[in-house]
């Protein structure tokens, strides 16, 4: 009870902030929009494509968000105070994590509505997409807590702008990966960015060659983060109430 009652109090400072909606919402949807009005000779571009690499996109400015608001909270000695609760780091985290889920099922329900509107075709796969998305996000969303906690309120949206620029360039959301110099192509492929899009294009376009491989790939870093951001957490609230 008491994670989901802190869940609401992160939900409601997120929409608080209108930049939050304006970056995680409109602005995907203005790139998602604009680039089919180009009707760029690209596969990569193709709806069928593109609308996967935006939802991809749109995960980075979650992580951007998540840091934002866990880097805030410590600067005001909020978590400090939360660390006389009875409550575990582990609580705050998956109230964090709970907080930011319903702003990705918006995100996704919006694309997809959009997307349609421009040429996508409906099928059962759009719902198995959501919901892979939805797991997906678990690593972005702790990317952005294992930010916060190490960052300062200043320098969390400057260290997490970096991630918007490597899901930019890395996961092949505007251009394919095959095409760049060997050495920035082993980078797109040791980053797990590269392999979020691979697996949402896969869900969505049911083509399941290399799924396996991309899964593992996501599934190791997220276990990774997350290990890191909960230690983490944990450690700073000690130290932050010292």
């Not at 790139?31 to 935006?54: A, C, D, M």
């Not at 400015?61 to 005001?76: N, Q, W």
């Not at 099922?105 to 509107?117: K, S």
Request: with cysteine; aromatic share 12%; glycine share 6%.
């Amino acid at each position: 009870m008491r994670t989901l009652i802190f869940a609401k109090r992160n939900f409601k400072e997120i929409i608080r902030d209108p930049l939050s909606i304006i970056f995680a919402i409109i602005l995907p949807l203005f790139l998602l929009y604009i680039f089919q009005q180009f009707k760029i000779p690209n596969e990569v571009y193709s709806i069928e494509n593109f609308t996967p690499g935006i939802i991809i996109f749109s995960l980075a400015f979650i992580t951007m968000f998540t840091a934002s608001l866990v880097a805030k909270d410590r600067s005001t000695s909020f978590t400090a105070r939360l660390g006389v609760s009875p409550m575990k780091g582990i609580s705050y985290i998956l109230g964090y994590s709970l907080a930011v889920i319903p702003l990705v099922l918006l995100q996704n329900i919006l694309f997809f509505i959009v997307a349609i509107m421009l040429g996508l075709s409906f099928s059962v796969n759009i719902i198995y997409t959501i919901l892979v998305v939805i797991l997906i996000s678990i690593l972005f969303i702790m990317l952005g807590i294992l930010i916060g906690t190490i960052t300062t309120e200043k320098s969390s949206s400057g260290v997490s702008s970096i991630v918007v620029q490597l899901v930019a360039f890395t996961s092949g959301i505007y251009f394919s990966t095959d095409i760049v110099g060997k050495t920035f192509g082993r980078i797109c492929l040791i980053l797990p960015f590269k392999s979020t899009l691979d697996i949402t294009k896969g869900i969505l376009n049911s083509s399941y060659d290399g799924m396996l491989k991309s899964s593992l790939i996501v599934v190791i870093y997220t276990i990774i983060i997350v290990l890191l951001a909960v230690f983490l957490f944990n450690k700073k609230m000690v130290s932050d109430n010292k």
